[in-house]
Each structure stands twice: as C-alpha cells, then as structure tokens.
C-alpha cells in the first residue's frame, strides 16, 4: 500500500524543519511510530532552549535594573593619556575589550591595568575598584 504518513515541524528560531515520513520501512516498522519520540524530544529541547534564553533575558533584565539603582554620582579621580604616549603591554581595554589605538584616551590605574578613559569612569559610577584585581580607585572630592 502507498499510503504516506508525513509530519513537518518547521522550527522558527534554527530556521531548520524536521520531517518524519513513512508508513513503513524494509523492516515492516511504522516510521511515524518510530519518529513519534524523537519529535517530541525535538519539540521539548526546542521548547527548553526558548524557556533558558527568556529566563536569561529575565535574568539579565534584573541585573541591569540593580545595577542603575546602584549607580552612584562619583566620580573616580583618574588621569588620563593618549595611548600612543605609553610603553604598555596592554593591547585591549579591561572593560570593553576592544583593541586600543594610537588616538585612544586611556587611564591606567595605580595597579597598571590600562582601560578606556571612559569606561574606567563610567565602570567607577558603579564601583570605584579596578576590574581586573579589584584594587580600589580614588574617588574625586
């Protein structure tokens, strides 16, 4: 008999489909009998990847929240150069991580970890202590 059994889950978030056809195989088994589980297994691990990334996005969320209440209006005393003026062997910024360049303005704090002179500021708003080793970081009076 030609009879065809197909199901199709398109998942929206991988782009990807899932396709489970038969009815049988050369060993008389039902496919669809067969798929049944690895579609619903699909559809859990599709249902807990959706449910980790909200509930980071939830987490996440929070975070930032108790980190703008916990802003404070300091500002840490912190002198600051062009990064072409060093000899450091530090080649990207401890806070965003980016590549310094010759016309970057820098900062490096008593405990020579070098950062964007604005990020180290805006990082100070929230904790004047060094984000490398925690050293703490004067605080303008």
Known sequence: MDDEIKVTVHNI??????SISGPDN?????????GLPLLTHYLRASLDERLDREMME????????EYQMNKK???????????????S????????QTKFIADDLIA????KHVSH???????GKYKPECPICRKEIPIKK
Do not use: H, P
């Open 13 to 18: 978030d991988s782009d990807s489909d899932i």
């Open 117 to 123: 002179a604005n990020c180290l500021r805006e990082w």
């Open 73 to 87: 209006d300091q500002e840490i005393d912190i002198r600051s150069q062009l990064y072409k003026d060093i000899s």
């Open 89 to 96: 062997e530090m080649k990207k910024c401890t806070i965003c």
């Open 108 to 111: 490096i704090l008593e405990c």
């Open 26 to 34: 050369d060993i008389g088994t039902n496919t669809f009998m067969v």
């Open 58 to 65: 939830i987490v996440i969320d929070q975070s930032l929240s």
